[in-house]
């Protein structure tokens, strides 16, 4: 990913003034390459205790068994031997995949969808942004809760809607086969509004002057968008599959503790909740760093399998 | 957000979109009826939240249901707030306005001091370790949940404020949108500073960060509001009750009032109003600050 990121920047301003001695020149040098390590100590320090060592950390604890006592024991590959036979663990890992299959294109297509609605420029268009984007400012509990209560079984304002036009509305949170749909549903209706940003970001960034040669060459909304804006839109486009798939398959914990708790009948036990589960209600530290591990090898081959796709460094960022 | 329902004075208003003509008058009106159905799907759950918390519980539940309340009550809250009540709901709030404003100042040292040494200073690894710091923006979060666990039991923060302010604090975010910001700045300022003889620490305090407000400002607010609404971490390692922060003390209260849907209203608003105000104050920090995550410099 950082192929995509200008690592070189701007020359940082250069201190050398005429006159000066050599010596001297070397010896401002050195304090500015002491003071640069001075100032990126805190957030090294930070990072390594608490990104450094916990990936090593997860990665190790993936062959121990940890009892209650905090004993570690070294077991080997038995958790990941483990995994295989684990049923539950195989029906998560599928059910994650479906999950990662509807929410991938459509928090993409959704996101597309409206940052074009939004992009121009008409009164209160402002305003429209912000309410779109307002569900992100909540915390997810808050959004879990209010959907708890606006699903709930008879007396939630869904169910009383639909009631009224004649329509029982079945059991929105307690039904196996509604209950992972209607995650998905509330998943994007939380974060669409996200992804309308980066993409308007991105389709601020694509030069006026394009549109209007297009619009001499007699081009129509659909040709505009097919060989303006589609293509000057790729490097968003990437930046947003990878991020969105690492965002939907380790994020909204949130929304399956509060509001299912994985059920009913494990229908919305996905992998993220699973090695919750594992972890913090068994305490099966070891097993589930196994499927952590599992959980980023498989993010890593997206992500390898993304910039293959779109031959990595092409969608780099222009500015 | 009632500003919305203003919308409908500008239906004449033709939206013009690039490359396309203005459309007519009827294209238009379907334009803005869609637009103010869609603000309603996204706002409307968040007023009703409001709503149902000033509404009596049998009210909140009423077949069919009201919109505005019948009895405007504010029982809900008293329940809450009010002091030797079941769930120390005002200590929470505290809890969470002091964990957040502690991490965001945290997150704004840590990330300016490392930004300012990576757009403004000359060291031999520089290109090396802004890959490094950037490359664990790319690593979900979720993989350290757990062994960030273990880690803040072993340095005894467990059940302290002090686990929710500073693991998260040396992130990769802050430091990448800061250097790409500080990296902009004139030179000039800098090279007079240093003529008049002012070292790295004197130039990083009085011409790199006043001249940052905006940047500063949009970190702040972002930290503050990621740090206010987490909630997975906080039920990880916080366990007394009176530790608590506002989200993962809702937790509770879902367990204590799951039919007593005003009170729960009520939680689930008290939490979210500091995050709506802070929000509705510096939306342009925050679109800024989240269109730039984008990794857009």
Do not use: C
Request: proline share 6%.
């Amino acid at each position: 990913m950082t192929g995509a990121i200008d690592t070189a920047g701007p020359a940082p301003a250069t201190h050398k003034r005429p006159g000066r001695s050599r010596a001297a020149a070397s010896d401002l040098a050195k304090r500015e390459r002491r003071a640069a390590y001075l100032f990126l100590s805190p957030n090294l320090i930070g990072l390594t205790v608490f990104v450094a060592v916990p990936m090593l950390l997860s990665i190790v604890l993936a062959f121990f068994s940890v009892d209650g006592f905090g004993g570690y024991t070294f077991v080997g590959t038995a958790n990941f031997e483990r995994m295989v036979g684990d049923p539950q663990f195989i029906d998560s890992l599928g059910r994650t995949m479906i999950y990662l299959f509807v929410l991938v294109p459509g928090l993409f297509l959704s996101g597309l969808g409206l940052a074009l609605l939004v992009r121009s420029q008409f009164p209160l268009v402002g305003l429209f942004r912000t309410a779109l984007f307002a569900p992100n400012v909540v915390s997810l509990v808050v959004v879990a809760l209010i959907w708890n209560f606006l699903l709930t079984d008879d007396v939630g304002f869904v169910a009383k809607l639909l009631g009224r036009l004649g329509i029982t509305a079945p059991s929105w949170l307690g039904d196996p086969s509604y209950a992972l749909g209607t995650v998905m549903v509330i998943t994007i209706w939380f974060s669409m509004g996200y992804y309308m940003l980066i993409f308007l970001a991105g389709l601020q960034d694509i030069p006026r002057e394009f549109y209007e040669v297009a619009s001499i060459d007699g081009a129509g909304p659909w040709q505009t968008f097919r060989n303006v804006t589609w293509p000057m839109l790729k490097p968003t486009s990437f930046f947003i599959l990878l991020t969105s798939t690492i965002a939907v398959m380790t994020g909204g914990l949130e929304m399956l503790v509060i509001l299912t708790s994985g059920g009913p009948a494990n229908s919305t036990t996905l992998i993220v909740y699973y090695v919750y589960q594992q972890a913090f209600v068994y305490g099966e530290f070891g097993y589930a760093s196994a499927i952590g591990s599992i959980m980023v090898l498989i993010l890593l081959a997206w992500s390898a399998l993304l910039f293959a796709l779109t031959r990595g460094g092409r969608f780099t960022h222009a500015d | 957000m009632a500003l919305l329902t203003r919308t409908e004075q500008h239906t004449s208003a033709a939206p013009s979109q690039p490359g396309q003509p203005p459309g007519s008058l009827v294209r238009s009106a379907v334009f803005w009826i869609f637009l103010l159905v869609l603000a309603l799907v996204f706002v409307g759950p968040i007023v009703w939240m409001f709503l149902t918390s000033i509404k009596t519980n049998p009210e909140a539940t009423s077949i069919p249901p009201t919109i505005l309340p019948d009895n405007v009550t504010f029982g809900a809250y008293e329940d809450l707030l009010h002091v030797g009540g079941s769930y120390p709901v005002l200590r929470w709030f505290l809890n969470s306005l002091v964990a957040a404003t502690l991490h965001m100042l945290l997150v704004l040292t840590v990330a300016s001091t490392a930004a300012y040494a990576l757009a403004r200073l000359e060291f031999k690894l520089r290109g090396l370790f802004f890959v490094v710091i950037i490359s664990t923006l790319f690593v979900p979060g979720f993989v350290f949940l757990l062994p960030n666990y273990i880690i803040i039991d072993r340095l005894g923060w467990l059940d302290t404020i002090w686990a929710l302010v500073v693991p998260g604090a040396a992130g990769a975010f802050g430091v990448f949108f800061l250097r790409q910001f500080f990296a902009m700045l004139p030179g000039e300022l800098e090279e007079a500073a240093l003529i008049d003889g002012a070292n790295q620490w004197q130039i990083f305090t009085r011409v790199v960060l006043p001249n940052s407000k905006p940047a500063l400002a949009t970190l702040a607010v972002l930290s503050f509001l990621s740090n206010w609404n987490d909630f997975i971490w906080p039920i990880y390692v916080l366990f007394s009750p009176e530790r608590l922060t506002l989200p993962a003390g809702l937790r509770l209260l879902q367990g204590a009032y799951t039919t007593d849907y005003p009170v729960m209203m009520a939680g689930a608003f008290i939490a979210s109003v500091p995050v709506l105000i802070l929000f509705l104050f510096t939306q342009r920090y925050v679109i800024e600050g989240v269109s730039r995550s984008g990794l857009k410099g």
